[in-house]
């Protein structure tokens, strides 16, 4: 009777699954949380090192494009500069080859004038 008191008991028993069993005969371990690399104020400080960074790099980028602007414009304005000193040089000559005397004689004689001695002063100096 014995023998069938603990069959009894055995069947009596409900049969759990292998895995089941496996998980119950573990002990309860406290599921480990992944570490952070980095804390929410340490996310937020890269993000404001990051958008600094960023605002230095577009005034600088700004800075040299307005600079190089000013270059071309400073090149072209003396391009100019020479090109008008290089006409004055140019209206220079002409002015010192047309007011020679010979030149101024021949002139003179072409529009009829004569030289007449008595009006004739001369100027010290130069």
Do not use: C
Request: glycine share 2%; charged share 25%; aromatic share 6%.
């Amino acid at each position: 009777m014995a023998v069938r008191a603990r069959q009894t008991y055995i069947q009596q028993q409900p049969e759990l699954p292998q895995q089941q069993q496996q998980e119950q005969r573990l002990p309860v371990q406290p599921k480990k949380r992944k570490a952070k690399y980095f804390s929410a104020q340490e996310k937020f400080l890269f993000l404001v090192f990051a958008i600094v960074v960023a605002s230095f790099a577009i005034s600088i980028l700004h800075t040299q494009g307005e600079i190089q602007t000013l270059s071309m414009e400073i090149q072209k304005i003396e391009r100019d500069i020479t090109e008008v000193n290089n006409n004055n040089t140019d209206l220079k000559v002409q002015v010192s080859e047309r007011s020679t005397h010979q030149r101024i004689w021949e002139k003179a004689k072409e529009l009829g004038l004569t030289l007449n001695e008595k009006n004739v002063k001369v100027v010290p100096g130069e």
